[in-house]
């Protein structure tokens, strides 16, 4: 049987780190989360290394999430999440020099796949699309891939569906997660992971942020 999907919480709001992100993070450092990121932009590098040893040291898995879409900058923030040890590189249109420079360094890479733009990002493509590219991205060795599936300006849940069902390798459904009902179809479209963000500052699971966390992380457990 099929794991269920766990949640990567992202000290994030509206796609940009938030600027307290470490005494954020102090907060829910015991919450029932095990995987915790942010983004690449705007923090200075030594405060996102400050906090990613934070992480570390209470035994947390560590990604970035990189919303850039040339390839200097993904490689940019492929180098950043090396610096700061990060598990795994999330975002970036695929570039095969971000690939092997992950893979050099144990980076678990999963590039976005349709056509993305703006910030917060929008996804636009077809499902099929989709599916093909990823699999031919983890053919070639990437680790998976990130879907912005509820950015899709289509029928987001039919498409994070076909794509989780398509593609041959890890799906991280990611942004705008935000009520019990994205929680459902997240639970039947059963991708490998999923993030919530700014959906846990604006309080939609309702609670300090650490219950929110906690409340996300059970109601997956036990539906």
Do not use: W
């Amino acid at each position: 049987m099929k794991e269920k999907p766990y949640l990567i919480v992202m000290l994030t709001y509206d796609d940009m780190t938030v600027e307290n992100a470490y005494e954020v993070f102090d907060s829910c450092k015991d919450s029932k989360a095990v995987v915790f990121g942010f983004k690449e932009e705007p923090l200075p590098l030594d405060e996102m290394k400050r906090i990613y040893k934070y992480m570390k040291r209470q035994g947390k898995t560590t990604g970035l999430e990189v919303v850039a879409y040339t390839k200097e900058e993904g490689l940019a923030g492929a180098k950043v999440a090396k610096e700061c040890g990060c598990d795994f590189l999330m975002g970036t249109i695929f570039n095969e020099e971000i690939l092997e420079f992950c893979k050099e360094n144990d980076i678990k890479y999963m590039p976005f796949v349709g056509k993305v733009t703006k910030r917060p990002s929008v996804l636009e493509g077809e499902a099929y699309d989709m599916i093909n590219e990823g699999n031919e991205y983890i053919k070639k060795g990437a680790f998976g891939i990130d879907l912005l599936g509820y950015r899709y300006t289509k029928d987001a849940f039919s498409l994070i569906k076909e794509v989780t069902e398509g593609v041959k390798g890890p799906v991280c459904v990611a942004g705008s997660v935000d009520s019990y009902h994205r929680l459902d179809e997240i639970l039947e479209a059963n991708p490998q992971s999923f993030t919530i963000g700014s959906a846990f500052f604006d309080n939609k699971f309702d609670g300090t942020f650490c219950e929110q966390i906690n409340k996300v992380v059970s109601y997956i457990e036990e539906h």
